[in-house]
């Protein structure tokens, strides 16, 4: 069974599609069954990570920049938590495939525009898909609860701003995953975006997907490496797509908070980037901030100014 990907038509002309995971080393695992997908299909296509890993300190891999380095498999100590190296070493060991990660260093818009553009300019890059593990990433500002965005808008504000990038996309996956979300504000926010042309389509993961079941593997290999925390929402995604439901833990982390496993996790929602850059009432505010905890206080103090929308009183259990 193939991912029904309603992008295909989007990404089909791209000759070196970058696939970046927007915040936290594991989103990128999120983009998984795409890149899978696509090499099925014959499509190359790049993997890249807003890294929460100390990329500066890293003393291995193709460094283009002090916040941009190339994972691969050959550093073979053991790193805390550092999914992108393991996920390198995942696709040696398991798929006998030398694929490098690329990762940038968790920095304010301006470091990482420029690492963005060497990397475009080092890859020739024509198309983007930032993958967004959960949906902060269509985070306005102005809802009840935000998630844990600041992430995700960095890379949305850098990304935005390649207009010379012809094929700009994102894509969400597990939905309900985050506990600190106002979700019918997202269902609000998902309704606008579609008004205006940006919501392009969704699918759904299977058991029976060959991308699938890759996926989940690399997820399991990598979290059950030394010192490597698990990723609570790709541990979501894997127990719905496994037909858990409601109070479910694949993973020790978890145990004692509740969580809703439901089949809302395994769907993907796909957008136009700059679209979903548009509704987005703080990124102008991110322009020209150095580190993550500039981006971090610009983020807050904007916050702090907006009007709050009226609770819509749709919770998650």
Known sequence: MNLNLPIFDQVAHCQNLLIAGMGGGFDLFCGLPIYFELQKRGQKAHLASFSFSDIVQFKAGIRLTNTLVGVDADYNHISPYFPELYLAQWFERKRNEAVKIW????????PLLKNYRLLVEHLSIDGI???DGGVDSLVRGDEGQTGTLIEDATSLFVVNELNDIPT????????GA???????????NIAALTKNGGFLGACALTPQMEAYRAYEDAV???QNQPVQDPSVINSS?????????GNYHLTEKTKGSRLWISPL?????????????AH???LPHLRNTETFMEALQSFLSVRKQLRKRADGKVYLP
């Not at 990762?103 to 301006?110: A, D, I, L, P, V």
């Not at 700009?168 to 939905?175: E, N, Q, V």
């Not at 894997?238 to 858990?244: E, K, M, R, T």
Request: proline share 3%; glycine share 6%; charged share 10%.
């Open 129 to 131: 898909l930032l993958i």
């Open 265 to 277: 996790m395994p769907l993907y929602w796909f957008f136009d980037l700059p679209t979903v850059a």
């Open 168 to 175: 700009r996309l994102i894509a969400c996956l597990g939905f």
């Open 220 to 222: 399991l290999y990598v």
């Open 103 to 110: 990762c940038f260093q968790k920095t304010g818009t301006r």
């Open 237 to 245: 995604i894997i127990s719905a797509v496994q037909g858990n439901y």
């Open 178 to 188: 985050e506990q600190d979300m106002t979700y019918a504000h997202i269902f609000e």
């Open 280 to 282: 987005n009432l703080f």
